[in-house]
Each structure stands twice: as C-alpha cells, then as structure tokens.
C-alpha cells in the first residue's frame, strides 16, 4: 500500500509566478489535510478537503491562495503570484475520514521563492 | 486560539543517555494529543494519546498523558544516533469529523556518538 505521495518535492518559482502542488492520499483515504511549515516553525493547519469538498479553509490566506480535491486525481494545493514568504514546506497528511484515525503525511514539497 | 508549547527547542546528548521531551497544551474540547517524529521528510507517527495516565510505549520511546495539567513528555531511553530528528506534538479537538491538529514548534534533538 504505496503511503501519500507528493509531488514535486522540491519546487522553485520567482515572485509573480503560479505554484502548484500535488497530493495523492493512501490508498482508500478520502480525506486530505495541507500544512505549511516556515523554517523553525511548527507545522499550521491550512485546509481540509474530502473529495469534491472543502470542509474547512480557515488556515490558508484569503488571496492567492486555493485547493482542491477533486473526484478523480490528486488534491491539488494552489498558490498565486508567489512572493518570497511563501517559501515553505508544504506536507499533506491523509486519513481514511470514516473512523477516527491518525494522519498519515507524505514527504512534503519544499516551495522556493526567488 | 490553540496552543502548544514544546521544550526544551533543542537539545544535544551522547549516546545511551535517556531524554525527556516536554509539551504543554491550551485547547479547547480536547480530543487527543499525538507525537510525531521528523527527519528530513514526512513526519512519522509515533504515539496517540486520549487518556490521562496510561503510558504509551513503543520499544525505547515512551509517553504519558496529564488532562488535568495539560502536558505531555516523550521519553527516550538509551539514546541511538538515529533517534536524531525534530519531534513535534500535536493536539486535536474534538467537533465534528474535522481532526485539524495544532503542532508545537518541536524539539530538535541531536544524539552524538
């Protein structure tokens, strides 16, 4: 049972530019937590997605930023006219959403703003 | 507003030594309190904690519950240098399905042969 994958891993972009990062949850999973992680910080909350659905957004800034998890294919965290800050590791963590149960987190992708 | 607190941030020692790692927690609707271990990738769940009292334990690692003070400790016994990682504690409340957790800053720890 291949765990949560993420993708790219590394990624760098200039200010401007458009992010985008992607996460396929384990296996039977049909729920999806993104946390950002700044240099020597924990790691914060930003969404909560079940397929199709956005349960909870309060994490994530209300510009620029956007996610998504559709019927078919990963979940897809989005990040527009990225500016220097919002360079980060971004992890993704899933959980099979029907019974209470740890989340699972892939390797993390390592946002870079020049 | 959620909050962890985890100490101490960083700690150095030699192999074999026994570590205790410190986390305190405001939250509202407890629900959980978990430990995860990070290297240089995904963090790795260690433990899941609901219950005061009652020691979890997995090989070299244990950790212990206080609801009624609000703080949790990880410890490690006869330290290897592959325990060297950040470790990062986490809470959850309870509310609907959403199991949102709020991290503590972590405790990087260094073991030196």
């Known amino acids: 049972n291949a765990g949560v994958m993420q993708n790219p891993r590394h990624l760098v972009r200039r200010r401007g530019q458009e992010a985008r990062l992607r996460c396929s949850p384990m296996k039977g999973h049909s729920h999806v937590y993104w946390y950002r992680q700044l240099p020597e910080e924990g790691l914060k909350f930003m969404v909560y997605l079940q397929k199709e659905n956005i349960i909870d957004e309060s994490g994530m800034p209300k510009e620029r930023f956007s996610a998504e998890f559709p019927k078919e294919g990963p979940s897809i965290l989005r990040i527009q006219q990225v500016v220097r800050g919002d360079s980060a590791a971004y992890f993704c963590?899933?959980?099979?959403?029907?019974?209470?149960?740890?989340?699972?987190f892939g390797p993390g992708t390592r946002l870079t703003v020049l | 507003e959620d909050k962890v607190v985890q100490s101490p941030l960083s700690l150095v020692v030699h192999e074999g030594d026994t570590v205790t790692l410190n986390c305190s927690y405001e939250?509202?609707?407890?629900?959980?309190l978990l430990w995860y271990k990070q290297e240089k990738k995904a963090p790795t769940f260690l433990f899941m904690l609901?219950?005061?009292?009652i020691e979890k334990k997995s090989g070299r690692l244990s950790s212990i519950l206080d609801k009624k003070e609000l703080f949790s400790i990880l410890n490690i016994t006869a330290t290897q240098t592959g325990d060297s990682a950040v470790y990062l504690c986490?809470?959850?409340?309870?509310?609907?399905?959403?199991?949102?957790?709020?991290f503590g800053k972590g405790t990087l720890l260094t073991v030196n042969p």
């Open positions: 963590a899933s959980v099979e959403g029907r019974t209470y149960n740890e989340q699972f």
């Open positions: 986490a809470v959850e409340r309870s509310g609907g399905s959403n199991y949102k957790l709020t």
């Open positions: 939250v509202t609707n407890f629900r959980s």
């Open positions: 609901t219950s005061s009292g």
